[in-house]
C-alpha cells in the first residue's frame, strides 16, 4: 500500500484561494493560521482525509507525492 510521504501547497498553476476547504477535510495536516499551510507536525497517516483535501480544493492548489517518488502525484 502507498503512503504519502509529502503534503505541500503547489500554487504554480492556480493561487489558493483561502476558502479553508482543506482544514475542515484534515485538520491534522491543513492549517490556515493567516495563510493556509502545511502543518509542521503533519499526520500524514490521514490518508483518505488528505485525498478528499486534494480533491476538493477549487484551486486544485495541493500536491502530494507518494513513497518519496520526488514527484507530484495524483490522488490514488
Ligand atoms: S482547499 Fe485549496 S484553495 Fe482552499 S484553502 Fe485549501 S489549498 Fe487553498
Not at 16 to 27: K, P, W
Request: charged residues 30%.
Amino acid at each position: 500500500m502507498s503512503t504519502i510521504t509529502k503534503v505541500w501547497l503547489d500554487e504554480t498553476e492556480n493561487e489558493c484561494s483561502m476558502c479553508g476547504a482543506c482544514e475542515l477535510a484534515c485538520r491534522e495536516v491543513f492549517d490556515m493560521p493567516e495563510k493556509m499551510a502545511v502543518r509542521k507536525d503533519a499526520d500524514y497517516s490521514m490518508i483518505k482525509e488528505i485525498i478528499e483535501a486534494v480533491e476538493g480544493c477549487p484551486m486544485a492548489a495541493i500536491a502530494i507525492e507518494y513513497d518519496g517518488s520526488g514527484r507530484r502525484d495524483n490522488p490514488l
